[in-house]
Nanobody, 115 residues
């Protein structure tokens, strides 16, 4: 059974940073491309970032380019999202997912950006 457990969310001021983690189990993590998606209050799921199995190739949606960095440690079965220059519009529940649509995702970690 695929299990994805996110952590690292919290309350941060605008301009601040957070690092999210996602520990994966129940499947061969190193053979899966991985994604981060988010859901803001009252909105649908939004794909943010994708990283390929080796970790050498990544893609980001336009709104987070230059601010968010996805990475992975296959030895630790862990996916990361470094988020810098956070804005109030980044307030959302953040999920790691095995697909870009977030069909298979964890329980999420809440990020709130507010002064």
């Amino acid at each position: 059974e695929v299990q994805l457990v996110e952590s690292g969310g919290g309350l941060v001021q605008p301009g601040g940073s957070l690092r999210l983690s996602c520990v994966a189990s129940g499947f061969t993590f190193s053979t899966y491309d991985m994604n981060w998606v988010r859901q803001a209050p009252g909105k649908g799921l939004e794909w943010l970032s994708r990283i390929y199995t080796s970790g050498l190739k990544t893609y980001n949606t336009h709104s987070v380019k230059g601010r968010f960095t996805i990475s992975r440690d296959n030895a630790k079965n862990t996916l990361y999202l470094q988020m810098n220059s956070l804005e109030p519009e980044d307030t959302a529940m953040y999920y790691c997912a095995t697909d870009p649509f977030g069909v298979t995702r964890g329980q999420g970690t809440q990020v709130t950006v507010s002064s």
